[in-house]
């Protein structure tokens, strides 16, 4: 397996770490296909409750790798819409779609495709270090990679187009003012806080990730078809095991153990 990405479980939290720190983590075919590989295995892994997602190095992750990209173009084998949907999409959808909380541990800047990483991981906890940067039209690009999609959902419309149009760096603070980040914390705090929040995840229940499918539906549906799947969704939560020892323990008066069952 590749080492542009580590993988390591503890605590029940797959972490998951971008490692070209020379580049600032950019990403090329090898670092892409094997963070989409992780993300599987992460998935599969019954003993994986969460996944915190992070960056080697002084950076989250700077985007696709320009060198490659420049080398790709000049030899006439670019195809970005292929790129896309070859490698960028299937990431984004396998990080939407686990049915388990990623949590994105924003190390440094996240650029271009790498800002769209860290808003594709369901929390952000971040450094004071960290920033966002649309880089898309500093390279004469379009965002990608769910930018569109998650800009205009997380900060308006009026705020995303200014960040796409302008390219510039968003700092850590402007981001947690307007709830990008959840938490921002001092640099060398950042992954003992990071672990320690995924770890508290990874002990939620089996809810969790039926949480994930009902938050996204219901942001791009009408409430009638809210409501229907909430009821279909919270059939299958008040069948789960955790369900009933949630009530149970709070019952007794004591803390759930869940199994995410
Ligand atoms: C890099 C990169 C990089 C290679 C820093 N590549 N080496 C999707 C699909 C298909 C095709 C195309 O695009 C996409 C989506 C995208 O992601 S497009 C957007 C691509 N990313 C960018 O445009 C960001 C480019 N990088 C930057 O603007 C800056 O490096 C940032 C703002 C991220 C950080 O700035 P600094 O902290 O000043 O660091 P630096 O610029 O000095 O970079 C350090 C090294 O990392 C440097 O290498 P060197 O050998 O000179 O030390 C950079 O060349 C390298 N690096 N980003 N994306």
Same mark, same amino acid.
């Given at each position: 397996?590749?080492?542009?990405?580590?993988?390591?479980?503890e605590d029940g939290v797959a972490v998951i770490t971008l490692n070209r720190p020379e580049v600032l983590n950019a990403v090329n075919d090898e670092l892409g296909f094997a963070l989409l590989?992780?993300?599987?295995?992460?998935?599969?892994d019954e003993s994986v409750g969460a996944?915190?997602?992070? #960056?080697? #190095?002084?950076? =989250?992750?700077?985007g696709e790798d320009l060198k490659g990209q420049l080398e790709a173009v000049e030899q006439g084998r670019a195809n970005l819409g292929d790129v896309l949907r070859r490698r960028y999409n299937p990431i984004i959808l396998a990080l939407k779609s686990l049915p388990k909380p990623v949590l994105a541990a924003v190390n440094g800047v996240a650029a271009g495709a790498g800002a769209s990483l860290a808003l594709a991981a369901d929390l952000r906890i971040a450094s004071e270090q960290a920033s966002l940067v649309e880089a898309f039209v500093n390279v004469g690009l379009v965002p990608d990679s769910g930018a569109t999609y998650f800009l205009t959902r997380m900060v308006g419309f009026s705020r995303a187009m200014e960040w796409a149009l302008t390219g510039r760096r968003i700092t850590a603070e402007e981001a947690l003012?307007?709830?990008?980040?959840?938490?921002?914390?001092?640099? $060398? $705090?950042?992954? $003992?806080?990071? @672990?320690?929040?995924?770890?508290?995840?990874? @002990? #939620? *229940?089996?809810?969790i990730g039926l949480i994930k499918r009902a938050m996204e539906y219901g942001a791009t549906h009408t409430l009638e078809e809210a409501l229907e799947y +909430?009821?279909?969704?919270? +059939?299958?939560?008040? @069948?789960? @095991?955790?369900?009933?020892? #949630?009530?149970?323990? =709070?019952?007794?008066?004591?803390? *759930?153990? =869940? +199994?995410?069952?």
């Open positions: 397996m590749s080492d542009t990405v580590l993988y390591q479980v590989d992780r993300i599987r295995q992460a998935g599969k996944v915190l997602l992070t #960056g080697a #190095g002084r950076a =989250f992750c700077a003012q307007l709830g990008v980040f959840h938490r921002v914390v001092p640099q $060398e $705090e950042l992954m $003992e806080q990071a @672990r320690a929040w995924a770890a508290q995840l990874a @002990r #939620g *229940p089996y809810s +909430e009821a279909q969704l919270q +059939e299958a939560a008040g @069948r789960s @095991r955790d369900h009933h020892e #949630g009530m149970a323990a =709070f019952v007794e008066k004591r803390a *759930p153990r =869940f +199994e995410r069952r």
